[in-house]
């Protein structure tokens, strides 16, 4: 096979895996100087020519003409008698080079010189990929689905690289068919072994923050600023928002008239419900803030402890706690502050540290992590959402829904 006929054999290589063909010619060189080494011992005698424009390459091999029979390195001498059968007017002392045909390496060599080129071709590839993402984490990114499994979906990029998309950063909600556009933010590019790893999330809070600079122009201009969102994917999330012009409006510029402008960031997020409140850093003001709808009537902070109790009326705590909880913990994360809630005004309620005798601390202190501080207060709710917001076991919130019942059927 002439030299050509095989670089041409090697181009599968180059469009299969989207190489130039200038880089291709580096690394075959690379590539041809260590086959050169294991079957001759050096290669510094050697000079690769390439052609990158024809895709050709030349190998020539560099000896000194000595005498017959005083041949100490054949890779470095030629006899006189050798040397004259390339061209007859050599003398001893003189340069020959000759050049080598890859076929003439034997195909031994050239079988393990292919696999060589596919590793290396390999190797550029999946380093080039990690090089290429490793400073765009956090970036918006869109990606084909390719392939659905139990744990994760393959996405593919339109340069056929494969994102992973884990079923941890995934929406609950989301549902993927085969070639569906799917967007998140680059969570996390590594290395394991020679192969990149790219992760895809949709749960993150920075795909939401940059949902807000993708739909919402003053934030992408940097007029609006966004401090702080947290979420509880496809539930509920909360971003606090400011600007430094007092002639704008930042929640109202978020929202958009009647919600236009975030109606598509709660579609993108399974209909996730957004709360857009402003920032201040009037500590007691941001955290009446994080915590609406409820209203509050006072409050009290503990800066050491960073927690906050808050008072309200019965009627405004379930406002405050929200479905499953998720209001008063984003309101917590939003804050950086345990938020403890209190009624105030209840009438014919029994606090349940009443209740302390038959039921024991921990289950008591569960209950008022969640702002279930009274007996009413959890009987109002149905079972599985007090199982839901607490996390307790289902015996166990049955018997305490059993001894606050008997407590006023008395």
Request: charged share 35%; net charge negative; with cysteine.
């Amino acid at each position: 096979m002439e030299n050509l006929a095989l670089i041409d054999s090697f181009s599968e290589f180059k469009d299969e895996k989207l190489i130039d063909r200038v880089t291709l010619m580096v690394i075959l060189e690379e590539v041809f100087r260590n086959t050169l080494k294991r079957k001759f011992g050096s290669d510094e005698n050697f000079d690769i020519i390439i052609n990158p424009d024809k895709g050709d390459l030349e190998i020539w091999r560099n000896r000194i003409v000595v005498k017959d029979g005083v041949v100490e390195d054949p890779n470095q001498e030629i006899e006189l008698t050798e040397a004259r059968k390339i061209e007859p007017d050599f003398e001893v002392g003189e340069d020959v080079s000759e050049e080598v045909k890859l076929i003439n390496l034997g195909r031994r060599s050239i079988q393990t010189l292919r696999q060589n080129l596919i590793s290396k071709i390999f190797e550029y590839d999946s380093t080039n990929t990690f090089n290429q993402f490793k400073d765009r984490i956090g970036e918006l990114f869109t990606a084909e689905v390719h392939h659905i499994r139990n744990r994760e979906v393959i996405l593919l990029d339109d340069d056929g690289n494969e994102i992973i998309l884990p079923k941890e950063q995934q929406i609950p909600s989301d549902f993927y068919r085969k070639g569906d556009n799917v967007r998140g933010i680059i969570e996390l590019v590594e290395l394991r072994g020679n192969k990149p790893r790219i992760v895809l999330s949709r749960t993150s809070p920075s795909f939401l923050e940059k949902l807000f600079e993708q739909e919402i122009p003053e934030v992408f201009d940097g007029l609006i600023t966004i401090k702080k969102a947290v979420r509880i994917p496809g539930e509920k999330a909360k971003v606090a928002v400011d600007s430094y012009d007092d002639r704008i409006d930042p929640v109202g510029a978020c929202v958009g008239m009647k919600g236009s402008r975030i109606h598509g960031i709660v579609r993108e997020l399974g209909n996730e419900n957004i709360d857009v409140i402003n920032y201040t850093n009037n500590l007691q003001l941001f955290i009446t803030r994080a915590l609406s709808p409820a209203k509050i009537n006072s409050l009290k902070i503990d800066e050491e402890s960073k927690r906050v109790q808050v008072f309200l009326n019965p009627d405004e705590v379930s406002k405050a706690i929200g479905r499953g909880g998720h209001n008063i913990r984003l309101a917590g994360k939003l804050t950086g502050y345990e938020i403890d809630v209190f009624r105030e005004g209840a009438e014919e309620d029994v606090e349940l540290a009443e209740f302390s005798d038959e039921i024991d601390s921990w289950v008591i202190d569960e209950f008022k992590k969640v702002g279930l501080d009274t007996a009413k207060s959890i009987l109002e709710l149905q079972k599985e959402d007090i199982i839901k917001r607490t996390d307790l076991e289902d015996e166990t919130v049955s018997e305490v829904l059993r001894i606050l019942k008997a407590e006023f059927e008395e």
